[in-house]
C-alpha cells in the first residue's frame, strides 16, 4: 500500500524558516516524481512544487519562487520542503503527493494527511 | 496561468439524485483536466483523470467529460458518502490550477 507521512509542520514566526518532510513507502520511491500542495484555512488547493524522480528539475508556484526549496532523498525516500521567508499567506495545511505522469495526463495520487503550518507573530 | 472556475459553488441535492459540476478553463487545455474529491479533515483523493480515465477503485457513478475549456463530472446516483468538496485542477501547463471548488451538502 502506498503511504505517505507528512511531518514538521508547527508555528513559526514572520520570516522564519521550516522544513517539511514526506516519508514514502509502498512504491519505488526514485522513479516517481512528487509534489507540494498547500490548502490555506477555508479556502482551495494551491500547487506550489513539484520534483522530478531522479530530482534533477524543480517546479515551483511563483508564489513560492526564490523563498521555498523542494528536495529529495532517494536513498530514504523521503521528500522535502524548505520554506524560509514565511510569511503569514504561507498559513496552511501542506500536503505532499506522488505525481502520476503519462501521455494521458497527469494526476496527485495517492496524498499524504498533511501538516499545519502556521505563521503567525 | 490558466484560471480555472466552476459552478456551481455549491449545491444541496438529495442521495439518488444525478449531479453534474462544471469546470471552465481559461485557455484550451485538451484534455488534461483531473478532478478530486476532499472531505472534511481529509486529503484530496483523485477521481478523474485526463477528463474522462476514472482512477482504479472509484465507483462506476463518477463520470467525466470534456475538452479545450468545458469539463463536467457527474455523479449519476448520488451517495451518502459522495458529500465532499469536488475540486478540478488543470495539468497541461505549469503551474497548475486547481478551481474554487463546489461543495456537495445534504439537503
Known amino acids: 500500500e502506498v503511504q505517505l507521512v507528512e511531518s514538521g509542520g508547527g508555528l513559526v514566526q514572520p520570516g522564519g524558516s521550516l522544513r517539511l518532510s514526506c516519508a514514502a513507502s509502498g512504491f519505488t520511491f526514485s522513479t516517481y516524481a512528487m509534489s507540494w500542495v498547500r490548502q490555506a484555512p477555508g479556502k482551495g488547493l494551491e500547487w506550489v512544487s513539484g520534483i522530478t524522480g531522479s530530482g534533477d528539475r524543480t517546479y515551483y508556484a511563483d508564489s513560492v519562487k526564490g523563498r521555498f526549496t523542494i528536495s529529495r532523498d532517494n536513498s530514504n525516500n523521503t521528500l522535502y520542503f524548505q520554506m524560509n521567508s514565511l510569511r503569514a499567506e504561507d498559513t496552511a495545511v501542506y500536503y505532499c503527493a506522488k505525481w502520476g505522469i503519462a501521455a494521458a495526463g497527469n494526476w496527485f495520487d495517492p496524498w499524504g494527511q498533511g501538516t499545519q503550518v502556521i505563521v503567525s507573530s | 496561468d490558466i484560471q480555472m472556475t466552476q459552478s456551481p459553488s455549491s449545491v444541496s441535492p438529495s442521495v439518488g439524485d444525478r449531479v453534474t459540476i462544471t469546470c471552465r478553463a481559461s485557455q484550451g487545455i485538451g484534455g488534461w483536466l483531473t478532478w478530486y474529491q476532499q472531505k472534511p479533515g481529509k486529503a484530496p483523493k483523485l477521481l478523474i483523470y485526463a477528463s474522462s480515465s476514472l482512477q482504479s477503485g472509484v465507483p462506476s457513478r463518477f463520470s467525466g467529460s470534456g475538452s479545450g475549456t468545458d469539463f463536467t463530472l457527474t455523479i449519476s446516483s448520488l451517495q451518502p458518502e459522495d458529500f465532499a468538496t469536488y475540486y478540478c485542477?488543470?495539468?497541461?501547463?505549469?503551474?497548475?490550477?486547481f478551481g474554487p471548488g463546489t461543495k456537495v451538502d445534504i439537503k
Open positions: 485542477q488543470q495539468a497541461l501547463s505549469f503551474p497548475f490550477t
